[in-house]
């Protein structure tokens, strides 16, 4: 059994494999009882997460180490996983996954109730290396750009569309997926719902989750989020919607687009 516990403003407990033995099953529901309710005197936030069948659905939060959900849960889970492909700390001649695959992770994750978790591995001088570092500030000049579709954002009702399959499962996320302009994931924050295509489109985008899902009478204005070209030309119809595409992208990897309803500020 190995743990893990960060403590700033809220608490965080995060359990790894074997505890879910039967065993342990009357400690852990007297653990989770204690800490539940030590959270109400320290009036913070808690979490416990773990992995496999260690609590029941919905008593805490569900991990899946380097893997991915095909579908969107009822409740909140979180991804583990590495820059590195083959370790969770320091190697020499690591394989390191790109910027644009982590990025790719993040919004599938996200736009399915998911958060990442996403691991660094420091030298023994606690430096971090520099195709790690180079890593991590692509994927923050990406957030720099798009990082109100992710921070503070629920999932739509749908998580996506598009044609490329998303298996469920652990230590599956070596083998990202091959995604096309056509694969669609949301978020939405207030009245305002926001498409991430996840491979950067070309001349337009044609989004057909809306139909019965939404009122296309009640979009106010679309924007492709850090451009600068202004509200975008779309046209609705009765089962789809399209959106002519800027031929200049403010960003790489995932471009995201803001759809204003009525009623935004």
């Known amino acids: 059994m190995s743990w893990w516990i960060s403590i700033s403003l809220n608490f965080y407990v ?7 033995q039967a065993v342990f099953e009357p400690y852990l529901q007297k653990f989770a009882a204690f800490y539940y309710n030590r959270s109400q005197v320290w009036q913070r936030g808690v979490a416990i997460n773990f992995k496999n069948e260690t609590f029941p659905e919905g008593t805490a ?21 590495s820059i590195s492909k083959t370790s969770w700390g320091y190697i020499k ?14 919004v599938d994750i ?16 606690g430096t971090i290396p520099e195709e790690e570092e180079a890593i991590l500030r692509e994927i923050g000049a990406w957030l720099a750009v798009n990082g109100e579709a992710i921070y503070g954002t629920r999932p739509w009702q749908v998580f ?25 994931r949301f978020t939405c924050k207030g009245n305002s719902l926001y498409a991430f295509c996840l491979d950067l489109p070309r001349n337009e985008i044609i989004i057909k ?32 919607l399209k959106i002519i595409v800027p031929d200049e992208k403010p960003c790489e990897h995932v471009c995201t687009f803001k759809i204003l309803l009525e009623g935004s500020d």
Request: glycine share 8%; hydrophobic share 35%; aromatic share 14%.
């Open 110 to 125: 996200v736009s399915k109730n998911g958060s990442l978790l996403l691991n660094v591995g420091p030298r023994p001088d």
């Open 160 to 184: 996506g569309e598009g044609p490329t399959p998303v298996s469920s499962g652990k230590f599956k996320d070596n083998k990202p997926a091959a995604y096309t302009f056509q694969d669609i």
């Open 61 to 81: 939060v569900y991990d899946i180490e380097r893997g991915h959900l095909s579908q969107l849960p009822k409740y909140f889970w979180q991804t583990d996983t």
């Open 209 to 240: 989750s809306f139909k019965s899902r939404l009122n296309l009478a009640k979009i106010v204005e679309i924007h492709m989020l850090g451009s600068l070209g202004g509200p975008l030309i779309w046209y609705p119809n009765e089962n789809e």
């Open 93 to 106: 001649n690591p394989q390191y996954k790109t910027a644009g695959e982590i990025i790719r992770a993040l």
């Open 14 to 20: 995060w359990f790894d494999w074997w505890i879910e």
